[in-house]
């Protein structure tokens, strides 16, 4: 009689501990889909950006916006050099720091960086974490 309650017992427990690690074994593969999961998700994300940079790299091939926003960009550079650009030069950077807002150069950068497919040098500006 005893041997029969114990065996009884006994698979019971026996029951109940292979319920519990079946469980835990598919808590565990749901943990690790959800893990594997995010890093699909970052990968993706992230060869996404490349795609986009690279494409829009491809797209202005024939283009003469990339020329034009560096002739802008370097055009204040040569004309401080230029004895008879150097006051215009100087009075437009004077009369940009004081009366430009901040959003105006963030912007100008933003701009220049997308023309020249560079976007990543402008991306951490934001201040956001991923």
Same mark, same amino acid.
């Given at each position: 009689?005893?041997?029969?309650?114990?065996?009884?017992?006994?698979?019971?427990?026996?029951?109940?501990?292979?319920?519990?690690?079946?469980?835990?074994?598919?808590?565990?593969?749901?943990?690790?889909?959800?893990?594997?999961?995010?890093?699909?998700?970052?990968?993706?994300?992230?060869?996404? =950006?490349?795609?986009?940079?690279?494409?829009?790299?491809?797209?202005?091939?024939?283009?003469?916006?990339?020329?034009?926003?560096?002739? =802008? =960009?370097?055009?204040?550079?040569?004309?401080?050099?230029?004895?008879?650009?150097?006051?215009?030069?100087?009075?437009?950077?004077?009369?940009?720091?004081?009366?430009?807002?901040?959003?105006?150069?963030?912007?100008?950068?933003?701009?220049?960086?997308?023309?020249?497919?560079?976007?990543?040098?402008?991306?951490?500006?934001?201040?956001?974490?991923?």
């Amino acid at each position: 009689m005893w041997g029969t309650i114990v065996s009884s017992v006994s698979s019971i427990a026996t029951g109940v501990l292979k319920n519990r690690q079946i469980k835990a074994e598919a808590k565990a593969r749901v943990q690790v889909a959800r893990v594997e999961a995010e890093i699909s998700q970052i990968e993706n994300a992230a060869k996404a =950006v490349t795609d986009y940079d690279i494409q829009a790299l491809k797209e202005t091939r024939y283009s003469w916006k990339d020329e034009v926003a560096l002739v =802008v =960009v370097i055009s204040p550079f040569i004309g401080s050099f230029l004895p008879w650009t150097q006051e215009y030069v100087a009075l437009g950077w004077q009369h940009l720091t004081a009366h430009a807002p901040d959003w105006y150069g963030w912007i100008f950068c933003g701009a220049i960086a997308g023309s020249m497919g560079i976007r990543w040098a402008v991306t951490g500006w934001s201040g956001k974490k991923k």
